[in-house]
């Protein structure tokens, strides 16, 4: 299976697919911080502010994958005149994705969700959004843009959140012209009527949805099948791909049995965004000529992959190349660059998990580290390793230091289970990576005074905290080498 799965990515890694993505956009926002006292001007709670952030979500988030993956990705869909359409803009050319098809429509706001979380747990939602039926006037717009640019695109993909976007007329026509265009059009659908879709090559409902629009309660594969069949017939599919959760995927095609799909997922941290990432991948596998069930086994790869991180940080083909073809010292995917780290430390925080930080060389990893590295952990949610890179060892440590290379060294760290995320720096002190990260509790080991900790200012001026753990008793690196040195050389 993973010579065949490889083939997809290779294909998938040769050029630019073009590719149209029509859909709601969204504007995700979070606020966190914490809540200590009551207001005197009313019995609410007072939430002090500690952070906020944002992220592109609905069919942006859709484009945001694809284009991860390697696509040129034209995005369709309206946003308000407003700071989130422009914010949202912005977002998306710094991405890479096409906007000319992002109209403005004065009277509505951009779909903006913002949500307020503290102390572990979201408050409440705020959705500021119009989910009435764009204007015809609109409408026109887009459907005049599609025909423009539709003839080039490899595949069209719908995600729709019943946000007034995907109005039956305009599916009506956008599914006409794919025909026409012999384009094969999928939809991650939404809603309790199917019926709008009729005539897409392929639908990528999840379980909860193919239940609503179906009518059939689902507890075993047998009301699954019943349900699918259902919804075949109805939207007159040729594919439908359910998505389950922890029980993987499950294939549903005219003319050929159902396929169920095992998770290949290990760790479950956080399922967002693992819809998007399978209507992603099974789209470009069924766009380059794949075969559904191939297509659908690489989506089931890459949900299981998503699934096993924290955020709705998109795939890349990286990730995908590692896995399928097991050559990769980062394979677990905790061990990231700077810029693949903030994205899921950020969501993080939105979520009220606290973020641990402790650094180090862990040269000829040992008991003692092992220990520290546990008792670490225990004092949040998420901990994170700031390794020293080997010339900063060299430099810190002397020649002939370090005696194992930093991809091995962040290999050996990353088969620890205490270890959520390993991120390997250049400079002689993590201060600059204390400043960009903002952990909640800094961590050192050894018997330093707090003020000799590097980073302790950093993350106090935020409300952070310092810890000193002591390290076991007879356990160093030094040591070890010494032992070795005068017992085997």
Known sequence: ????????????????????????????????????????????????????????????????????????????????????????????????????????????????????????????????????????????????????????????????????????????????????????????????????????????????????????????????????????????????LVTRGKDGLSLFQKGHSPTHIPTVAKEVYDVTGAGDTVISLFGLSLFLGYDPIDAARLANVGAGIVVGKLGTAPLSRRELAEYLTDQSLYQSKKALTLTELLPIVNLARTQGKTIVFTNGCFDLLHVGHIQYLQKAKALGNILIIGLNDDNSVRTLKGHPRPLISQEERANILAALGCIDYIVIFSELTPEALIRTIKPHILVKGGDYALDQVVGRDIVESYGGRTEIIPYMAGYSTTGLIEKIVQNYV
């Open 1 to 240: 299976m993973k010579q065949i799965l490889q083939q997809i990515l290779t294909g998938i890694s040769s050029g630019k697919i073009k590719i149209l993505v029509l859909g709601d956009i969204i504007y995700d926002e979070y606020i966190w911080g914490n809540i200590e006292r009551i207001s005197p001007e009313a019995p609410i709670p007072v939430l002090e502010w500690v952070g906020d952030n944002s992220a592109l979500g609905g069919a942006a988030n859709v484009a945001h994958n694809l284009c991860q993956l390697g696509a040129k990705v034209y995005l369709v869909g309206v946003v308000g005149a407003d700071e989130h359409g422009y914010k949202l803009k912005e977002r998306l050319k710094e991405s890479g994705i096409e906007t000319g098809g992002i109209f403005t429509d004065p009277h509505r706001p951009t779909t903006c969700k913002t949500r307020i979380l503290a102390h572990n747990q979201q408050i409440i939602r705020i959705d500021k959004e119009i989910t009435q039926p764009i204007p015809d006037p609109i409408e026109v717009h887009i459907l005049e843009y599609i025909r423009l640019i539709g003839p080039e695109m490899v595949g069209i993909i719908c995600s729709d959140y019943l946000k007034g976007l995907l109005k039956e007329s305009l599916l009506k026509q956008l599914i006409r012209m794919a025909k026409e265009w012999d384009k094969l059009l999928l939809v991650d659908p939404k809603g309790r009527d199917f019926s709008k879709y009729q005539g897409a090559y392929a639908l990528t409902p999840n379980l909860k949805e193919t239940e609503i629009a179906s009518g059939i309660r689902i507890t075993t594969e047998a009301d699954l099948e019943r349900a699918a069949s259902s919804l075949s017939q109805l939207v007159n599919c040729h594919t439908l």
